[in-house]
């Protein structure tokens, strides 16, 4: 198909100038259990699950530092596994059971042993980066086996932190396995 950019076709100039979230196909309706709630909700074609969980649904313990999935601030779990929520689309989680730092242990509710692992060995500092960590020892603590200090150290490897307190985050993922699976240590972080 040629355009004469001469003459140009009328309905062509309109749709160039209206945003694609005016197309009808750019809208879903999606389905998805979010910290244990049922949710209903009509998202755009490219809205961030990020985006999505801060904006509309105002659970802002999701963190987002880079945008680009490298620091790992705003990972969630998704099924279980930790995701990168700035890479993700909402429309792909259809169907899909998410689990947020604030579901972890919701108001008055008690912390987890991961929650209270990072408070007792300063596996925060200034806290930005700490939901992000969080959810990703929540899922190391919820696997079947017990990971090895390599695997944690694997599972961390994709997390920022700008205070460099990598030492106290990896001891406090260590002592909520310990707790988790009272055997032997994982490794201290050390």
């Known amino acids: 198909m040629t355009t004469d950019l001469a003459t140009p076709d009328p309905a062509a100039a309109t749709r160039a100038a209206a945003p694609p979230l005016?197309?009808?196909s750019g809208w879903h309706e999606i389905r998805l259990t979010v910290d244990g709630a049922s949710v209903t909700?009509?998202?755009?074609?490219?809205?961030l699950l990020s985006?999505?969980?801060?904006?509309?649904?105002?659970?802002?313990?999701?963190?987002?530092?880079c945008e680009h999935g490298v620091c790992g601030a705003c990972t969630?779990?998704?099924d279980g596994e930790p995701a990168r929520s700035c890479l993700t689309l909402a429309v792909q989680c259809e169907g899909a059971e998410l689990r947020t730092v604030e579901g972890l242990a919701p108001g008055d509710a008690p912390l987890t042993p991961v929650q209270r692992a990072f408070h007792e060995c300063h596996g925060m500092q200034c806290g930005f980066c700490?939901?992000?960590?969080?959810?990703t020892a929540t899922a190391l603590t919820e696997q079947p086996q017990r990971p090895d200090a390599a695997d944690v150290a694997d599972a961390l490897s994709g997390h920022l932190c700008r205070c460099t307190g990598y030492r106290n985050i990896r001891r406090a993922v260590c002592q909520a396995l310990d707790e988790r699976?009272?055997?032997?240590?994982?490794?201290?972080g050390e």
Request: neutral net charge.
């Open 181 to 188: 699976f009272a055997g032997g240590p994982a490794g201290r």
């Open 41 to 47: 909700a009509q998202v755009e074609s490219r809205l």
């Open 22 to 24: 005016a197309e009808p």
């Open 51 to 65: 985006d999505f969980l801060r904006d509309r649904l105002g659970l802002t313990g999701t963190h987002v530092g």
């Open 76 to 78: 969630v779990l998704l």
């Open 130 to 135: 700490t939901p992000g960590f969080v959810m």
